[in-house]
């Protein structure tokens, strides 16, 4: 067991920190009015913010929420500025304790890893093994369990004010009794990623499987037969049900040579193509796009950074023709 981190709280109030988490939370937020009434105060109120965190008093929870539908809905559930800085302020100084508890091949919200980074992994397990098992959990931030989370979090904490305000985060949310993180905050990225850590540590250093990423709670290991695939995956599930109190959605079980689904791409053993559904979206968002920008509703600055990360994304499969075609039929009309 890892050192406990003890100590943190004075560096979290230190008027550096709290300056910096304020330049973090109001990156490319110029002119929202919520963002230019505390930059307008913005000595008060980081000072404001310190004695709270001191005194435990620092308000938590006043959430707006919103729907998206990309690629499926969801609700969103976005905190007042003033709390996005207090995010910061607190992941500042907690990332090292969090960072350090990931194994290598975690790749979702942290430096250095990210979508395509899994995928090139996912490549060369590919490359190397015959099957694969994929899952991915029911309603996974809906179902982070309160209690099982702050236990898992004093394993790793021992700052008694640090403790106290993840409790006061976590109790202000919930989907329902005692369970649920908000999608769209920056500490349940944290908290959902150091969740699932502890299924890949049991993963990696109970069951021995060499070949497994997980990508929040994306999760794929391959093997050279079906029956170590079978062995693993029901005892995977097993953790996952009796220690976190997750369920899983149907397993993807199959062989390599058939393709597997992974992050809106299809993996095969020497080759990357793009998803149908992510085909399908490609389409549709191109045709919005194009026309966002005839219709001036666009100028070409905002079309551009729109319609380039769509382009990147399908960059990294075999999609030449597929591109040519939704661009030729823009261009025509």
Known sequence: ???????????????????????????????????????????????????????????????????????????????????????????????????????????????????????????????????????????????????????????????????????????????????????????????ANFYLGFADRFMKEQLRMKAYIRYMDDMVFFAQSREDLLRAMGLFIHFLLNELGLEVKPVCLNTLSKGMPFLGYVVFPGLLRLHKNSRKRFVQKMKKYHKNLTKDIWDEARFARHVLPLIAFTEHAATVSLRRQVLCKLETG
């Open 1 to 191: 067991m890892a050192k406990r981190a003890g100590n943190l709280m004075a560096k979290i109030v230190e008027p550096e920190n709290l300056r910096l988490a304020f330049w973090k939370a109001a990156r490319h937020k110029q002119g929202i009015e919520e963002v230019e009434n505390f930059r307008n105060s913005l000595d008060e109120n980081l000072l404001l913010l310190r004695q709270q965190l001191l005194d435990g008093s620092v308000p938590v929870g006043e959430y707006h929420y919103f729907t998206i539908f990309d690629p499926k809905e969801r609700l969103i559930c976005a905190a007042s500025f003033r709390e996005r800085v207090l995010h910061h302020a607190i992941m500042n100084i907690c990332h090292p304790v969090f960072e350090d508890f990931q194994i290598y091949d975690s790749y979702a919200t942290r430096p250095g890893k990210g979508q395509y980074a899994a995928l090139d992994r996912a490549r060369k397990f590919a490359r190397t093994h015959h099957w694969y098992c994929k899952l991915d959990v029911r309603k996974y931030f809906d179902s982070i369990r309160h209690d099982i989370l702050l236990r898992k979090l004093e394993l790793r904490f021992k700052d008694k004010q640090v403790l106290e305000m993840f409790r006061r985060i976590i109790s202000s949310y919930a989907t329902g009794t005692g369970k649920g993180v908000p999608i769209g905050n920056l500490t349940s990225q944290y908290f």
